[in-house]
């Protein structure tokens, strides 16, 4: 119980120094607020309304602290372009987003699993290399150019699915809003799936280099089910690895959606940046910091059940 | 030496695109802004050898001029990663504990957020430009060089000939002058490799999502997200850019990996 008090309060310390990164990097380093939206030839009348508007006139400490209290509470205040509620607008885009992180993560970690598997047994053969230099490139292809190619693929040769969009009925036309996620899917795996190859391969090698694997061969297990036996030993650090790459997964979100035009988070953030809507931004990259810290919380109860050594 | 596939072939993509992008500072077959409605979405021919894009563009004008607009940020990125990171990583294995403590603590902070993401957030702060690409690669990416080079540094100052140096009376500063630079050379050229793909992704991604290089700037990455809407019709200009940026940074990932096989002697297995 002792690890799980601990476990909170990392979380909430280090859930309140990103928010700090984030309101230092959005707020205090590009000067005056005001003057960066409206334009050096807005009136200095206009220029005062935004900021008792908005309360930029405020000192930045009680700034920070309103917005998280009113975060807490639910809100998370108003556009500073179009002043609808941004809340209400992120739960909507959310409805994309989850299932697209979702569906694609589990693909990888399991592809990720199960072909390491492979490529440990085969270390020597030429599957096994060919799975790690396919890892290799595909660490190095950047996720927007793996999408694109994929539309290629299966939109303009195939035809079998859409190049991108995203019903505007969404999930209550449920085939369709699936089929305009299946390439964006694939995408995401793809992109993360590279670097869990490499680290699932290196875990399996460990493990058939092992006592314990050895012994399961010598009793006359075959190496396939000598290694099924050790699952979860791979699959835990690879689970630990996609939490701590779940920001580079959320980047990697971001340009899947502007590749498909679909309507979700990382699309609104990509737009927002462009408009310099900063409130939209900072309220956004908040709820992002906040699902990335409650998944790492999760991934680590989950690997202390795989692999109870943790614990001891 | 054993030859090395990944070696031989990242020097010839790296240098191929050495190679074009200078001949483009002087010559390309078109200006790469010049504007032909005569001549939109012409298939590839003699005159356009990769054909023209939706405002009668040459395409292999714009690919050419777009690969000087990326090369030249991943350049100055990698430089400015090198001089931090080399400087932050020798200062640190050489200072005192508190000092040493304080970098390697902050360079971890940017290690652990993605270049990518330190950008969007930068770039929403002070709008779209390729020196904002520049920097923050070049920053993150340093911060990653620091903190290897610290270990090494680190590991040359306790190595004997450091010692040796020291009790015949060299002053730090004359060791890190002499010995440091030298030694520390291989792993410093396989990591530049490293800070330049990370920084042609970068590049490219930004001005890609509309958040790099600014109108009309040549760039590989707005090239693809100006065709991207006519792919069902025109396929082959998103192609090209695609197809160039994926060399770029296979040229940049596997000249790395080429180069510490020959350079870390302990890989050679």
Known sequence: ?312 | MRRSLSFTTGVGLTGSLLVITLAGLVWTPYPPLQIDTQARFESPSFAHLLGTDQLGRDVLSNIIAGARTTLLAALLATAIALVIGTFLGITAAASRRWLDDAIMSLATVFVAFPALLLALVIVAARGPSTATVVLTVGIAAGASIAVVTRREAADILHSPFVTAARYSGSSTWAIVRTHMLRNLFASLTVQATGAASIAIVAESTLSYLGLGATPPTPSWGRMLASTQQYVLVHPLLVLWPALLISVAVVGATLLGDGLRERLDPTLAT
Do not use: C
């Open chain 1, 1 to 312: 119980m002792n690890g799980v008090v601990r476990r909170l309060a990392l979380t909430v310390v280090g859930v309140a120094i990103s928010t700090v990164m984030v309101f230092v990097l959005l707020r205090v380093l590009p000067g005056d607020i005001a003057t960066s939206r409206l334009g050096v030839s807005a009136t200095p009348a206009a220029l005062e309304q935004l900021r008792s508007e908005y309360g930029f006139s405020r000192p930045l400490v009680v700034q920070y602290f309103d917005w998280i209290l009113d975060a807490l509470r639910g809100d998370l205040g108003r556009s500073l372009v179009s002043g609808d509620d941004i809340g209400g607008e992120i739960v909507n885009r959310l409805r994309v987003t989850i299932p697209l992180i979702i569906f694609s993560s589990t693909i990888a970690v399991l592809t990720a699993v199960i072909v390491g598997r492979r490529a440990a047994l085969r270390r020597k053969r030429a599957t096994g290399l060919v799975a790690v230099s396919l890892a290799q490139v595909g660490l190095a292809i950047p996720t927007f150019v793996i999408g694109i190619v994929l539309i290629l693929v299966f939109a303009v040769q195939l035809r079998v699915l859409p190049a991108g969009g995203f019903p505007t009925a969404g999930w209550s036309t449920p085939i369709d809003a699936g089929r305009s996620l299946v390439l964006p899917v694939i995408t995401l795996a793809l992109a993360q799936m590279a670097i869990l190859v490499r680290f699932a391969r290196s875990h399996a090698l460990d493990f058939v280099a092992s006592d314990a694997f050895r012994t399961a061969r010598a009793a006359g297990r075959t190496s396939d089910a000598a290694l099924a036996t050790a699952s979860r030993l791979v699959l835990s650090p690879v689970l630990s690895v996609t939490a701590l790459q779940l920001s580079t997964l959320l980047t990697g979100a971001v340009v899947v959606e502007s590749v498909f035009a679909l309507p979700g988070l990382g699309s609104m953030l990509v737009r927002d940046i462009a408009n310099r809507d900063v409130t939209k931004v900072q309220s956004t990259l908040l709820v992002l910091v906040v699902g990335i810290f409650i998944i790492r919380l999760i991934v680590e109860f989950v690997n202390d059940r795989l692999d109870p050594r943790r614990l001891a």
